[in-house]
């Protein structure tokens, strides 16, 4: 049974910093896609970054780039996701996704491409 356990949510105020950090277990394939997604309240899901964890190059939305920094611990099959210069914006809940890479190895933010998803954990930044 696949599960993916996030933790590392919290509240701070504009400019902080926050590191969540997304546990897989049971989903020990290593050229798999995994990242973050967000959604805020009365707004439709949106991909953050994702990343091949058999290796290539993360890929980020353009309103993070350059702020957020995803990382990965393959011995604990685990992804990092640090985020620096937070803004308002960035107030959502925050899902940890993993999903088979498409037969080129690509990731994508199309949330139907991603078979497990964590519980979330809430991000908020206030001004």
């Known amino acids: 049974q696949v599960q993916l356990v996030e933790s590392g949510g919290g509240s701070v105020q504009t400019g902080g910093s926050l590191r969540l950090s997304c546990a897989a277990s049971?989903?020990?394939?290593?050229?798999?896609?995994m990242g973050w997604f967000r959604q805020a309240p009365g707004k439709e899901r949106e991909g953050v970054v994702v990343i091949n964890t058999g290796g290539g190059s993360p890929y980020y939305a353009g309103s993070v780039k350059g702020r957020f920094t995803i990382s990965q611990d393959d011995a604990k099959n685990t992804v990092y996701l640090q985020m620096n210069s937070l803004k308002p914006e960035d107030t959502a809940m925050y899902y940890c996704a993993a999903g088979p890479a498409s037969w080129l190895g690509a990731c994508t933010f199309i949330p139907q491409r991603y078979n497990y998803w964590g519980q979330g954990t809430q991000v908020t930044v206030s001004s």
């Open positions: 049971g989903y020990t394939d290593s050229r798999k896609c």
